[in-house]
T-cell receptor, first 114, second 114 residues
Framework: AQTVTQSQPEMSVQEAETVTLSCTYD???????LFWYKQPPSRQMILVIR??????QNATENRFSVNFQKAAKSFSLKISDSQLGDTAMYFC???????????FGKGTRLHILP | DAGVIQSPRHEVTEMGQEVTLRCKPI?????LFWYRQTMMRGLELLIY????????DSGMPEDRFSAKMPNASFSTLKIQPSEPRDSAVYFC???FGQGNSPLHFGNGTRLTVT
């Protein structure tokens, strides 16, 4: 069975700093998808970024980028120039290829301090 | 596009009562998921449907929980009888399925069982 581990339950950084959230996963699959979701205090779940395992290039979305290390089964999220609106719970998630089921980590609560 | 619509947004009920949560997925999406979020367990997948057919219900905690999807635009999650430990936020999500399509979440239903 696949598992997703986020080892940092909570983090705080100053506004404008760069922060990296860790995620590791366990799978015997070769093809799969990885995601980072953001959950602000409003409770809404928002997709931040997505990575296909067969792509070596790390995905980037504006201030958000990932460091995908397939051999190490690591998928960290980097937020550059952090903003107060980035304060949220961040979930790492895994999906096997040709499967619909997405498995989530337990999340990292990120506080951006003014 | 109205997004995934869940109702009610909040539900407070007494132990032993029946609770029904409702979900309308995004039109055209063929996969629908029910997740439960608690502080202790994070986001757990309860059940998911593909083309209205239940594919994996291994996450349904007990026989007290049941889910249906009578058509492509509506699903229910029922708890009967409810217990205080069922208190959580329940999310519905939908997607086109097959990896390329991320999940789109509803705003969740916060259930409190007293």
């Amino acid at each position: 069975a696949q598992t997703v581990t986020q080892s940092q339950p909570e983090m705080s950084v100053q506004e404008a700093e760069t922060v990296t959230l860790s995620c590791t996963y366990d799978t015997s699959e070769n093809n799969y998808y990885l995601f980072w979701y953001k959950q602000p205090p409003s409770r809404q779940m928002i997709l931040v970024i997505r990575q296909e395992a067969y792509k070596q290039q790390n995905a980037t979305e504006n201030r958000f980028s990932v460091n995908f290390q397939k051999a190490a089964k690591s998928f960290s999220l980097k937020i550059s120039d952090s903003q107060l609106g980035d304060t949220a719970m961040y979930f790492c998630a895994f999906m096997k290829n040709r499967d619909d089921k997405i498995i989530f980590g337990k999340g990292t609560r990120l506080h951006i301090l003014p | 596009d109205a997004g995934v619509i869940q109702s009610p947004r909040h539900e407070v009920t007494e132990m032993g009562q029946e609770v029904t949560l409702r979900c309308k997925p995004i039109s055209g999406h063929n996969s629908l998921f029910w997740y439960r979020q608690t502080m202790m367990r994070g986001l757990e997948l309860l059940i998911y449907f593909n083309n209205n057919v239940p594919i994996d219900d291994s996450g349904m905690p007990e026989d007290r929980f049941s889910a249906k999807m009578p058509n492509a635009s509506f699903s229910t999650l029922k708890i009967q009888p409810s217990e205080p430990r069922d208190s959580a936020v329940y999310f519905c999500a939908s997607s086109f399925g097959q990896g390329n399509s991320p999940l789109h979440f509803g705003n969740g239903t916060r259930l409190t069982v007293t």
